[in-house]
């Protein structure tokens, strides 16, 4: 399991993080305890007893916090679209034990079309 | 007390729950902002917020963050703001690239409104940075329209040099890429100066050089940043209700916070610009919203102002009042097109009128100078605090 590359990745003030996948025009918020499940991805480890006892979160919810990720695609697993499949089975069995969706995904549209766009008079004077 | 000044309170001004959020989303005390949050909540008004000052959601989430405030409800919020930052990701690539090119081609490009506040704030996602607004020095204007245009964007309006000079900005765009506002001169309005080019030397002379997503760029004095939020906060064609008094309050915050928060070098400028009427009125908004936010004396010492007849004409055309006579609405319809001709060209402008509204796509004929006054209109009413 590696995490996908080409992704920004910044603080939410909730303690959270926003990953940017600028390449499939999505973001996805994730509360705190899949900020810290990605953080420990990040420093290389991935196992879940290990990922549950670097965090202090139970196993169950760093499973939860994993089937989610791989669900958003943020995830590269080895064993293929299988594999997928039964995380995202699994992401909805864990999140509904955990009783919380950890990880929200906002579709972006690009700047140019969120763009309000001003009618051209307005143009040329809401500078 | 409340209730008078709710009475004398213009039209233009934010409605009584715009006041609130912006309380909150400003609150320097994370406390206050989760009693407006609860107040709001309580009060079942949030589904009345207009598109505007939706806004300052975000930045009300960042504060109720602060607070330690949680629950379901905040969910809205906490997806505004991730929507904002993620969106703001992607215009910082867009606004590097197109800072790069000017910066590569010798152009000392200063960052105004959304990328100034963004180089101020840092990584914060809390304000939406809808275009890129830049300028540029006049006799570098070539030079970046060339940049820019070897990067693929390309001006919306007449790129003929004498339409160039007649304005005070350019819009150039690119597919899937937001706009770039290119200005030579701060705002339309001080482009109605009597020397526009004397009154741009008194902003680049105290322009402070700053590094933005790695890249040597030049920002407004922050008094002078507070002073464009200012002419163009109040006025009728700004699309921005609520969201400039809450940028003023984080300029005139951050001014404080670099200790340059000199208003009698903002009142000796906006009274040199000709612009102290306007500014008045914008301050004593911003005072309303954030009481004490601005010394009285500057108030009182702009309020004593003389306001020449123009200045007094222009700021009747240019206000958010809502209930204007048809008339002046056509007036301003058509000063609007020509407001961003000098005066001095005034004979030519006159000249070129038909054909300058014509290359910009504007109105052309009588019947579509009345659909265009009654559009504005319907909009002007629309944004009228208490529209539904």
Known sequence: MKLKNGLV???????????????????????PEAASVWHSLEQGTVEVGEIATATGLEAEVVEAALAELEGAGLL??????????????????????VGLKLIETVVTPSPAAAQSLPDEQDAQTDN | MAAEASRRRPSWWPSEIEVELLRGACAQDAGVAGEIWRRLV??????????????????????????????????????????????NVATRTQAREALQRLVASGVSPMLLKGLAIDAMAGERGTRRIGDLDLM?????????????????????????????????????????????????????????HRDPGAAMALFWGRARPAVY??????????????????????????????RWLA???????????????????????????????????????????????????????????RWSLAERLLWLLDSRTVRQPLALDVVRTLRSHLSNQRFRAL?????????????NGYVVS??????????RRRERRERAPGAA
């Open chain 2, 366 to 375: 009588p019947v579509q100078l009345a659909r265009h006054v009654a559009r």
């Open chain 2, 247 to 305: 940028d003023a309050w984080f300029v005139l915050r951050h001014a404080r916070e670099c200790e340059v928060a000199d208003w009698r070098s903002l009142v000796d400028d906006v009274r040199s610009l000709g612009v102290s009427l306007q500014t008045w009125a914008a301050l004593r908004c911003l005072d309303y919203v954030f009481p004490g936010v601005v010394p009285p004396a500057v108030l009182a010492e702009l309020r004593a102002s």
């Open chain 1, 9 to 31: 990745v910044e603080g939410l003030p909730d303690g959270g993080c926003l990953i940017v996948d600028e390449s499939e025009k999505q973001s996805h918020a994730l509360r």
């Open chain 2, 42 to 87: 309580a009060s079942g008004s949030l589904g009345a917020l207009r598109g505007d000052a939706a806004r300052l959601l975000p930045l009300l989430y960042e504060r109720l963050c602060a607070a330690g405030v949680n629950g379901t409800e905040l969910q809205p919020l906490r997806r505004a703001y991730a929507e904002v930052r993620s969106l």
């Open chain 2, 213 to 242: 997503l790695g890249l040597e760029v030049l920002t407004l004095h922050p008094m002078h940043q507070l002073l464009h939020l200012l002419v163009h906060g109040a006025l009728v064609e700004s699309r921005a209700t609520a």
């Open chain 1, 76 to 97: 590269e697993s080895e064993a293929g679209s299988s594999r997928r499949e039964w995380l995202a089975r699994a992401a909805t069995v864990a999140g509904a034990a």
């Open chain 2, 136 to 192: 540029v020095r006049h006799d570098q204007l070539g030079v970046a329209l060339g940049a820019l245009e070897e990067g693929g964007w390309h001006a919306t309006d007449s790129s003929e040099p004498g339409a160039l000079v007649a304005k005070h900005s350019t819009c150039l765009r690119r597919p899937d890429t937001v706009e770039v506002d290119l200005h030579w001169v701060l705002s339309g309005r001080l482009a109605l």
């Open chain 2, 347 to 359: 004979p030519s402008a006159l000249l070129l009128y038909p054909r300058y509204l014509t290359a």
